[in-house]
């Protein structure tokens, strides 16, 4: 790199941190603000939040904030460039746009590829205790999907079906193991009042049960009072909160959706749209560099102040679309991967066709 490729670099890696560190202010006032009442009222000390929950939830606001932060540090450090009029004095000495771009491009994609690691295996370890205080003491942190009548596969031939879970106690009622041979007949089946998790066995042990074996046009049965039995299903399989897979690396969370399919449970767009999410985001950071680069390099009456309002309203048309596409991910009308990466795809587009007008 040239010394001003590296002078380039090296403001837009400070702009960068100082819009991060602002953000960061910003959110945590306005989430208290907002949410305050909630923690005191669920019994949560001021103390408790600002040292457990509040720096747990600073990762996931540098995730969310950090194409915002690099876009608006690329849009300061380039404006000023070309108030300054270097820009122009290096176009005019024959050094394109493109070349002028190569320190935004590599910072972009460092920083890219940062977010990455970041977000697939930092964010979720820090979000375990995120998601943890705001289901305990937020009043949408309880939302949970299928803790009624559900029904489970624990291996091609053995269905479980429950009446209710309790996800706090881990603990099942009204449940029924049923086993099936190669023709799917069913061959034998556990009916149990209960089924409670046994963490220290890793086992679940069913209470009051009913074994029912079917052979021909026969029937028996046979009381217990209680049995442990060994499951591929598990109590995260059997109530999901909405932000479960938030809190998981990419490889569990892979295992976990992995596992949810074989268990054949439904309705699993909301996690697989979160899932592919963990890849799609951190490319935000490259893609609006290459928007932010072209917008800010040509001068404009109002100097700075009309480059950060344009650069503003193009990062929250950005993510705006990216937050309006994913009711139609979790309504099934479009691919879980589709709507992960549609956003990025089409504002990739855009870049190209910024550039491509933009005085070389």
């Known amino acids: ?101 190569r320190p935004y491009v590599l910072v972009g994609t460092a920083v890219t590829i940062f977010m990455f690691g970041f977000n697939g295996w930092v964010v979720p370890r820090t979000n375990e205790v995120v998601v943890r205080y705001e289901n305990e003491y937020l009043p949408h942190g309880n939302e949970s999907t299928d803790v009624s009548e559900m029904h489970r596969q624990n291996d091609p031939r053995t269905i479980l079906s429950v009446g209710y879970y309790d996800r706090d106690r881990k603990r099942a009622h009204d449940v029924s193991l049923q086993r099936f041979n190669e023709h799917s007949h069913l061959v034998s089946r556990l009916d149990a009042e209960r089924m409670e998790w046994i963490d220290s066995l890793k086992t679940w042990r069913m209470e009051t049960v009913v074994r029912r074996s079917f052979h021909d046009s026969r029937m028996t049965e046979e009381p217990i009072s209680s049995v442990d039995t060994t499951l591929q299903i598990y109590p995260r399989d059997l109530a999901r909160s909405q932000n479960d897979v938030a809190a998981m690396t990419i490889p569990v969370a892979r295992n976990y959706l992995a596992a949810l399919r074989r268990a054949g449970v439904g309705n699993l767009e909301r996690p697989l749209v979160a899932y592919y999410n963990k890849f799609a985001y951190p490319f935000a950071n490259l893609i609006l560099i290459l928007i932010g680069v072209p917008l800010a390099a040509v001068r404009r009456r109002g100097g700075q102040a009309i480059r950060f309002a344009i650069g503003l309203l193009t990062a929250f048309v950005y993510l705006a679309v990216q937050k309006l596409t994913e009711p139609f991910g979790y309504a099934g009308a479009l691919p879980p991967s589709l709507t992960a990466w549609l956003p990025h795809v089409a504002f990739a587009v855009v870049a190209i066709i910024i550039l491509w007008r933009t005085r070389k």
């Not at 890696?13 to 910003?26: E, M």
């Not at 949410?35 to 996931?60: Q, R, W």
């Open 1 to 101: 790199m040239t010394l001003f490729e590296r002078h380039v670099a090296k403001r837009l890696l400070k702009g960068f941190v100082l819009f991060i560190g602002s953000l960061i202010i910003f959110f945590i006032v306005l989430h208290w603000v907002e949410y305050s009442d909630d923690f005191l009222d669920g019994g949560a000390t001021v103390a408790e939040v600002f040292t457990v929950f509040y720096p747990s939830y600073i990762p996931e606001i540098i995730r969310l904030t950090s194409p915002l932060a690099l876009f608006l540090s690329c849009i300061y450090v380039t404006g000023t460039l070309a108030q300054e009029l270097q820009l122009i004095a290096l176009q005019t000495s024959g050094v394109s746009l493109y070349r002028l771009m």
